[in-house]
C-alpha cells in the first residue's frame, strides 16, 4: 500500500529551473528519511540528495551541491527537490525513495531505501 508519486518533471533549458514533489502514501511520512536518487541513459542511478525526518538536516552529491534544495512537508507527506542551474548532464529520470528513521544517516547507497517512487523525466537542453 505504500506509494510515492513524483511530479513536476519536463523539458527546461540550461542554467533553467524545475521543482519536484514526491507525494508519499500508505505511511507515516515523518518516520521515514527521504532522498532523491536519478539515472540518466547508459549510467547507473546516482544519489542526489538525502532529508532527515526532523526537515533539517540535508546532504547533497557533489555534482548538485549548490544548485539543488531538497526539502519536505511532513504535515503533506510530501518532499521536494528544487534543481537550478540546470546543466545538460542533469538530464535523467529522478526517483524518490524513502526509508526508516532508524537507518543511519545519511543514506547514500540505494540498496539502503526501502521505497521508490517511479521516476519524473529531467531533460535540459544545451
Known sequence: QVQLVESGGGLVQAGGSLGLSCTASGLTFSNYIMGWFRQAPGKEREFVATINWSEITTYYSDSVKGRFTISRDNAQNTGYLQMDSLKPTDT???????????????????????????????????
Open 92 to 126: 535523467a529520470i529522478y526517483y524518490c525513495d524513502a526509508v526508516h528513521r532508524s537507518a543511519s544517516f545519511p543514506p547514500l547507497n540505494r540498496e539502503q531505501y526501502v521505497y521508490w517512487g517511479q521516476g519524473t523525466q529531467v531533460t535540459v537542453s544545451s
